[in-house]
């Protein structure tokens, strides 16, 4: 499957390059987070990277669930479940848990139909900013600390009626998501409908935890969307010149 092209897998342990995973995050996830640039000091892997890596090789069940617990830098490797029964995790040798997965239901080996799924998820995963959260933000008159944003990628979860198709695609559920607000900390609820042959066949949802909220301020979030296209069109730009 593609995704292997973004990782490494020696010793029956999982790494990443800073490359790999900044590659995967500008290039399959359009997430220009800073802290998946190569250079970055606080540097760490996309989490939508892991959840693709275990799906590359445990399969896709009918019904998933996964909860985000640690950063992955380049100097983590890490023990990822070739079978996954229940729950497993995936650990360093010291063991430290970075993600932990629930399954159920039927397990699928369909690379076709895993890579549909993968590449729907995270590039609607990689719209979350500015576009999902800046609506959520904005409707709820929030931000984040533009200095300092404090965005966490908690969980997600999938469910699937069946596995028994060729390719799914993914369609933003506007109406369920959600942003729930107390104080200075806010929880988002991301929905999403899975499509297969034009009929409505699972479901899933990301949650995010914004920290540090403050009033709406139109013109500064204006400007920190505007830096952030800016970045965008800068590596798009490069990527024409080194062909």
Request: proline fraction near 2%.
């Amino acid at each position: 499957m593609f995704i292997r092209q973004y990782y490494q897998n020696k010793n029956d342990k999982v790494s990443f390059s800073r490359q790999q995973a900044s590659d995967f995050a500008k290039n399959i996830a359009d997430d220009f987070n800073p802290l998946h640039d190569i250079d970055a000091k606080r540097f760490c892997v996309p989490g939508d990277l892991l959840f693709s890596v275990i799906l590359d090789k445990s399969g896709l069940n009918q019904e998933m669930a996964f909860t985000f617990s640690g950063m992955v830098t380049d100097a983590n490797e890490l023990n990822f479940p070739a079978t996954i029964d229940a729950a497993a995790a995936v650990t360093d040798d010291n063991d430290k848990t970075y993600l932990s997965v629930e399954v159920s239901g039927e397990n699928s080996r369909c690379e076709t139909l895993t890579e549909s799924l993968v590449r729907s998820y995270v590039a609607f995963s990689g719209d979350t900013f500015p576009y999902i959260l800046g609506d959520l933000m904005r409707e709820n008159s929030v931000m984040i600390n533009p200095s300092r944003p404090m965005v966490m990628y908690e969980s997600m979860k999938i469910h699937l009626n069946t596995v028994n198709v060729k390719e799914v695609s993914l369609k933003f559920n506007k109406q369920q998501t959600e942003l729930t607000v107390d104080g200075k900390r806010g929880k988002a609820r991301l929905v999403f409908d899975f499509i297969s042959n034009g009929e409505t066949i699972g479901y899933g949802e990301k949650h995010m935890v914004l920290s540090g909220l403050r009033e709406y301020d139109h013109d500064v979030m204006d400007a920190v969307n505007a830096e952030y296209m800016a970045m965008k069109e800068d590596y798009r730009q490069q990527q024409v010149v080194n062909g």
